[in-house]
C-alpha cells in the first residue's frame, strides 16, 4: 500500500514564508509524478505545482517567482518551499504522487491528508 503523508503548514503573515514537505511510502516500484495542489473554501481543486520524472518543475502561473517545487527522488519526497505568501495563497494543499507500486501493472494517482495553509494578518 503507497502512502502520502504531509507535512508543514499552518498560519503565517502576508508575505511570509511555510515550507511544506511530503514523504511517499509504501512498496513503491516507481514514481512518475509529484507535486501538489491546493483547494480553497467553494473552489476547484488547482494544480499548484509539480515534477514530473525527467522533466523541470512547472508552476501555476499565480505561484510563479513565489514557490519553488523540489524532489528527492532517493528518499520520495516532495517539498514545495513558498514564500512572499498572499491572503489569496489560503487553501488546504494536497500532495499528489502517481505512483506504480510493486507488483502493480500500473500506475495510480495518490493523495495525501492535506494541511491547511493560511495566510493572514
Known amino acids: 500500500q503507497v502512502q502520502l503523508v504531509e507535512s508543514g503548514g499552518g498560519l503565517v503573515q502576508p508575505g511570509g514564508s511555510l515550507r511544506l514537505s511530503c514523504a511517499a511510502s509504501?512498496?513503491?516500484?516507481?514514481?512518475?509524478?509529484m507535486g501538489w495542489y491546493r483547494q480553497a473554501p467553494g473552489k476547484q481543486r488547482e494544480l499548484v505545482a509539480r515534477?514530473?520524472?525527467?522533466?523541470?518543475?512547472t508552476y501555476a502561473d499565480s505561484v510563479k517567482g513565489r514557490f519553488i517545487i523540489s524532489r528527492d527522488n532517493a528518499n520520495n519526497t516532495v517539498s514545495l518551499q513558498m514564500n512572499s505568501l498572499k491572503p489569496e495563497d489560503t487553501a488546504a494543499y494536497y500532495c499528489?504522487?502517481?505512483?506504480?507500486?510493486?507488483?502493480?501493472?500500473?500506475?495510480?494517482?495518490?493523495w495525501g491528508q492535506g494541511t491547511q495553509v493560511t495566510v493572514s494578518s
Open positions: 499528489h504522487g502517481n505512483i506504480r507500486a510493486v507488483g502493480a501493472r500500473y500506475s495510480y494517482d495518490y
Open positions: 509504501g512498496s513503491i516500484f516507481s514514481i512518475n509524478v
Open positions: 515534477i514530473i520524472s525527467g522533466g523541470s518543475p
